[in-house]
Nanobody, 120 residues
Framework: VQLQASGGGMVEAGGSLRLSCAAS????????IGWFRQAPGKEREWVSC????????YYTDSVKGRFTISMDNAKLTVYLQMNSLKPEDTAVYYC??????????????WGQGTLVTVSS
């Protein structure tokens, strides 16, 4: 089971980025995929999750209405569309897989991070 996160970069406040989490070694049908982030000097924070059971999505309050998580089973990829980015969204973003399917954790498999930098 491997996860590969990509799509990070530098953007101005108000801009958009789309992160991708590509899975290999397993299908997404039996996993929930979550996104986490860790800002400099802060603890890792859960951001969003999508459940493979019914496609339910969940977001932390600070990104609701701005971020959208989606899953493409055929491409074995989960996306995090991030709009209206703010400087406080600056962090290393990680994707992780939960084999419980329902976004309840724990997350057993982690990808490497991708850095998102939002300038003011």
């Amino acid at each position: 089971v491997q996860l590969q996160a990509s799509g990070g970069g530098m953007v101005e406040a108000g801009g958009s980025l789309r992160l991708s989490c590509a899975a290999s070694g397993f299908t997404l049908d039996y996993y929930a995929i979550g996104w986490f982030r860790q800002a400099p000097g802060k603890e890792r924070e859960w951001v969003s999750c999508i459940s493979s059971s019914d496609g339910s999505t969940y977001y932390t309050d600070s990104v609701k209405g701005r971020f959208t998580i989606s899953m493409d089973n055929a491409k074995l990829t989960v996306y995090l569309q991030m709009n209206s980015l703010k400087p406080e969204d600056t962090a290393v973003y990680y994707c992780a897989a939960d084999d419980g399917r329902y976004c309840l954790g724990p997350y057993d498999y982690w990808g490497q991070g991708t850095l998102v930098t939002v300038s003011s």
